[in-house]
């Protein structure tokens, strides 16, 4: 595949299922335009360039990775990643701040939102909701990635691909309506602004509306996105993005159970509102992005992508500080505003390609990058507002704070994190491409710190955290055939925890290693693709803490919070070791399968606050994820499909204490689907939780109601 055609391929798989890839690497006439070339990538065939960096069919990658792609993502008429990630092994979703964003759970760890998720493999604000329809796929991949990123949490990086210009005339509109006052109208247009088709444009755009099936709760949001490929010369072009997005909801703070178990959630109705209906989660972002590819040669790329994005965030919260409510069923809850603004910027440069040396093809990549994230908070204090009975409550009944802050306030500190990273990545391919040996090295220089100001200046004691690791990576794969390889590989990570202010210590780095072996198979003549890891990760120096105390703990600690009952802690060893399958792609020629299951068990080795051999926090040892899509390409009916899915998650443990009364019931849910296309229309009709189970998402004894059952009807048409 030439790198110069990346940025326009038409992904149509998921994983490593079925692709149809629009073949754009001739030039075509102005008449002809319309004659595109379709060519079908099957099983692990498929070809992807972002996360990786280089673009290696996932059957010869010793590392694990796994895509949610558009085709996916219309069946099951996707609207958030949180039900995106239902279709990959080893990642769950613990909990959401609000319901304005979510929090992730990869191999038995949490990610990390400053530095786990990518848009185009850049940072992006995550303080919203992640997912809009400038997406095209979304792209896992599993492990420590410090190699490409630099710091983040070892459990999974997330990457957003967005949608890119066609050569072609598209036009695409869509209506989703649905049960809780949904409205959702979207748009996706793209084509040529210049008779040479050089100037390429595309444009997404959404508007939501929707209720929620929790009374009270109400949002509203928009999103624009859109972009221009500039083809300067045959050999290089430019590809300038934008986006627009903002977000509006009513804060969702979850359900504290009357005595402080899960048990006790039966005494209270499904999806109560404890919260305050005039508190709000606001967001709102606007980012640029452009790269630039220059193909030096037929098998040399250089590759620019620089970025700034601008997010502010507004959080009116409400939470519960001692978790469950008196013996007369009266709940303290406690409101905390603040206001962020964030500012991330950054540059990237890589050298990607390929060789010959003495019968060796080396694949390798060459860059460096320079990220600064920066922030400034304001805050309230915290404010304690008139005790709610939990199962009559009352709303309304204090006078609110509220805040204004200003993004150019001189007298506020910012905080940032600068990163610089350089990086190479060889993958040699030898014995008559039966053996690939992936060899990689990062060095990173990273600094956290604070700029403070006259009106709030620096402690006496404060210093910048510094750290220049380096991050390795080796692998080794082996295809005894060519439709089957097996690999081993490791890798470190790192996690810098920056100067705390409550104890004015700089933290220690959390650093990880993992271990993984698996096996990948692309069967039925390359439809189906086959994919099983086995990992270990070991996890040291955690930054942790304890809720729901008593008084001072007495293991080691750094705080303690004598209000709030709670204390900080660092060091400690936890180990995550599990298995995950991943089969996706077309067992026949109608029936197309997705199924994700994994099997992990991450526990404590040795920490100051817990017990060895503990589960860690939302960590669900078993999830079996399933969806099947039938198609009828024959008769009357030729046109229409059938969609069925089942998603199950194991019982776990609101908190590492794995105290009895913290342990949450397994859930299971079933998805259905109907859709048609005729011609140019399409129309699809999906139910979720179709059988209205019930299930709570839980952290820290915070309990989040999972969805009721839902019908969503699409109507649209494309052409």
């Given at each position: 595949?030439?790198f110069?055609?990346?940025?326009?391929?038409?992904?149509?798989?998921?994983?490593?299922?079925?692709?149809?890839?629009?073949?754009?690497?001739?030039?075509?006439?102005?008449?002809?335009?319309?004659?595109?070339?379709?060519?079908?990538?099957?099983g692990?065939k498929?070809?992807?360039?972002?996360?990786?960096?280089?673009?290696t069919?996932?059957?010869?990658l010793?590392?694990?990775?796994?895509?949610?792609?558009?085709?996916?993502?219309?069946?099951?008429?996707?609207?958030?990643?949180?039900?995106?990630v239902?279709?990959?092994?080893?990642?769950?979703?613990?909990?959401?701040?609000?319901?304005?964003?979510?929090?992730?759970?990869?191999?038995?760890?949490?990610?990390?939102?400053?530095?786990?998720?990518?848009?185009?493999?850049?940072?992006?604000?995550t303080?919203?909701?992640?997912?809009?329809?400038?997406?095209?796929?979304?792209?896992?991949?599993?492990?420590?990635?410090?190699?490409?990123?630099?710091?983040?949490?070892?459990?999974a990086?997330?990457?957003l691909?967005?949608?890119?210009?066609?050569?072609?005339?598209?036009?695409?509109?869509?209506?989703?309506?649905?049960e809780?006052?949904?409205?959702?109208?979207?748009?996706?247009?793209s084509?040529?602004?210049?008779?040479?088709?050089?100037?390429?444009?595309?444009?997404?755009?959404?508007?939501?509306?929707?209720?929620?099936?929790?009374?009270?709760?109400?949002?509203?949001?928009?999103?624009?996105?859109?972009?221009?490929?500039?083809?300067?010369?045959p050999?290089?072009?430019?590809?300038?993005?934008?986006?627009?997005?903002n977000?509006?909801?009513?804060?969702a703070?979850?359900i504290?159970?009357?005595?402080?178990?899960?048990?006790?959630?039966?005494?209270?109705?499904?999806?109560?509102?404890?919260?305050?209906?005039?508190?709000?989660?606001?967001?709102?972002?606007?980012?640029?992005?452009?790269?630039?590819?220059?193909?030096?040669?037929?098998?040399?790329?250089?590759?620019?992508?620089?970025?700034?994005?601008?997010?502010?965030?507004?959080?009116?919260?409400v939470?519960?500080?001692?978790?469950?409510?008196?013996?007369?069923g009266?709940?303290?809850?406690?409101?905390?505003?603040?206001?962020?603004?964030t500012?991330?910027?950054?540059t990237?440069?890589?050298?990607?390609?390929?060789?010959?040396?003495?019968?060796?093809?080396h694949?390798?990549?060459?860059?460096?990058?320079?990220?600064?994230?920066?922030?400034?908070?304001?805050?309230?204090?915290?404010?304690?507002?008139?005790?709610?009975?939990?199962?009559?409550?009352?709303?309304?009944?204090?006078?609110?704070?509220?805040?204004?802050?200003?993004?150019?306030?001189?007298?506020l500190?910012?905080?940032?994190?600068?990163?610089?990273?350089?990086?190479?990545?060889?993958?040699?391919?030898?014995?008559?491409?039966?053996?690939?040996?992936m060899?990689?090295?990062?060095?990173?220089?990273?600094?956290?710190?604070?700029?403070?100001?006259?009106?709030?200046?620096?402690?006496?004691?404060?210093?910048?955290?510094?750290?220049?690791p380096?991050?390795?990576?080796?692998?080794?794969?082996?295809?005894?055939?060519?439709?089957?390889?097996v690999?081993?590989?490791?890798?470190?990570?790192?996690?810098?925890?920056?100067?705390?202010?409550?104890?004015?210590?700089?933290?220690?780095?959390?650093?990880?290693?993992?271990?993984?072996?698996?096996?990948?198979?692309?069967?039925?003549?390359?439809?189906?693709?086959?994919?099983?890891?086995?990992?270990?990760?070991?996890?040291?120096?955690?930054?942790?803490?304890?809720?729901?105390?008593?008084?001072?703990?007495?293991?080691?600690?750094?705080?303690?919070?004598?209000?709030?009952?709670?204390?900080?802690?660092?060091g400690?060893?936890h180990?995550?070791?599990?298995?995950?399958?991943?089969?996706?792609?077309?067992?026949?020629?109608?029936?197309?399968?997705?199924?994700?299951?994994?099997?992990?068990?991450?526990?404590?080795?040795?920490?100051?606050?817990?017990?060895?051999?503990?589960?860690?926090?939302?960590?669900?040892?078993?999830?079996?994820n399933?969806?099947?899509?039938?198609?009828?390409d024959?008769?009357?009916?030729?046109?229409?499909?059938?969609?069925?899915?089942f998603?199950?998650?194991?019982?776990?443990y609101?908190?590492?204490?794995?105290?009895?009364?913290?342990?949450?019931?397994?859930?299971?849910?079933?998805?259905?689907?109907?859709?048609?296309?005729?011609?140019?229309?399409?129309?699809?009709l999906?139910?979720?939780?179709?059988?209205?189970?019930e299930?709570?998402?839980?952290?820290?004894g915070?309990?989040?109601?999972?969805?009721?059952?839902?019908a969503?009807?699409?109507?649209?048409?494309?052409?």
């Amino acid at each position: 595949m030439n790198f110069q055609y990346v940025g326009a391929l038409l992904f149509c798989a998921t994983g490593f299922s079925a692709t149809a890839q629009t073949d754009t690497t001739s030039k075509p006439k102005v008449d002809s335009v319309k004659i595109l070339q379709e060519v079908a990538v099957y099983g692990q065939k498929r070809q992807i360039a972002s996360i990786t960096k280089t673009p290696t069919p996932l059957i010869d990658l010793p590392i694990s990775v796994q895509l949610v792609d558009r085709k996916l993502i219309e069946q099951q008429q996707i609207m958030d990643i949180r039900d995106a990630v239902k279709n990959v092994s080893g990642i769950t979703v613990t909990g959401t701040y609000g319901d304005g964003y979510a929090m992730f759970n990869g191999r038995g760890f949490g990610l990390n939102f400053q530095s786990n998720f990518r848009r185009d493999g850049m940072q992006l604000p995550t303080t919203g909701r992640l997912y809009g329809d400038n997406i095209e796929r979304i792209e896992i991949l599993k492990g420590p990635a410090s190699i490409q990123y630099g710091d983040v949490a070892p459990g999974a990086v997330m990457n957003l691909v967005t949608k890119k210009p066609l050569e072609q005339d598209y036009r695409r509109f869509e209506l989703k309506v649905g049960e809780y006052g949904l409205v959702r109208p979207t748009m996706d247009l793209s084509g040529a602004l210049t008779e040479n088709r050089n100037l390429l444009y595309r444009i997404n755009a959404t508007y939501e509306s929707s209720n929620h099936f929790i009374d009270k709760i109400n949002s509203k949001s928009y999103l624009i996105a859109p972009t221009l490929m500039w083809k300067i010369i045959p050999k290089i072009d430019w590809t300038v993005e934008m986006v627009a997005r903002n977000d509006d909801r009513v804060f969702a703070p979850g359900i504290a159970s009357p005595d402080g178990t899960f048990d006790g959630l039966k005494k209270l109705p499904y999806g109560h509102f404890l919260g305050e209906p005039d508190n709000k989660h606001r967001y709102n972002e606007m980012s640029t992005h452009s790269t630039i590819n220059y193909r030096l040669s037929k098998n040399l790329t250089l590759r620019n992508v620089s970025f700034l994005s601008k997010a502010q965030e507004q959080e009116e919260s409400v939470f519960f500080p001692f978790q469950g409510a008196d013996a007369n069923g009266m709940l303290a809850r406690t409101t905390e505003f603040f206001q962020t603004f964030t500012k991330i910027f950054g540059t990237t440069f890589d050298l990607v390609g390929s060789f010959n040396t003495f019968g060796i093809k080396h694949d390798f990549v060459i860059g460096t990058d320079y990220t600064q994230w920066n922030y400034r908070i304001y805050y309230n204090d915290p404010v304690e507002l008139t005790p709610i009975d939990i199962y009559n409550p009352v709303y309304g009944q204090d006078q609110l704070p509220k805040i204004i802050g200003s993004e150019s306030d001189k007298d506020l500190p910012h905080n940032y994190i600068k990163r610089i990273g350089v990086y190479a990545q060889d993958q040699l391919k030898f014995w008559k491409d039966r053996m690939h040996l992936m060899l990689g090295l990062r060095y990173n220089r990273t600094s956290r710190g604070t700029k403070f100001t006259a009106a709030q200046p620096k402690p006496d004691n404060y210093k910048d955290d510094n750290q220049e690791p380096f991050s390795p990576r080796v692998a080794l794969l082996v295809k005894p055939v060519k439709w089957l390889s097996v690999y081993a590989s490791f890798t470190k990570s790192y996690e810098q925890n920056g100067w705390d202010p409550l104890t004015n210590l700089i933290l220690k780095t959390t650093n990880a290693k993992q271990v993984e072996a698996g096996a990948k198979a692309s069967l039925l003549n390359e439809r189906l693709g086959i994919g099983l890891s086995v990992f270990r990760i070991d996890k040291k120096d955690i930054v942790g803490y304890v809720f729901g105390l008593d008084q001072a703990p007495d293991f080691p600690h750094l705080f303690y919070n004598d209000y709030y009952k709670w204390a900080m802690y660092q060091g400690g060893h936890h180990r995550s070791r599990g298995i995950e399958l991943d089969i996706n792609g077309k067992v026949t020629k109608q029936l197309t399968v997705n199924l994700a299951t994994s099997l992990i068990d991450a526990t404590v080795v040795e920490d100051p606050a817990f017990k060895a051999g503990n589960q860690l926090e939302g960590n669900a040892k078993q999830t079996l994820n399933v969806w099947l899509n039938y198609t009828l390409d024959k008769g009357a009916l030729k046109g229409m499909d059938f969609g069925y899915g089942f998603f199950y998650k194991g019982k776990f443990y609101s908190a590492t204490d794995n105290l009895q009364e913290q342990e949450v019931r397994s859930y299971w849910s079933m998805d259905a689907s109907v859709g048609y296309t005729f011609k140019n229309f399409f129309t699809r009709l999906n139910v979720s939780n179709f059988t209205d189970q019930e299930g709570y998402l839980a952290r820290s004894g915070l309990y989040e109601p999972l969805w009721k059952r839902r019908a969503v009807l699409s109507i649209g048409v494309k052409f």
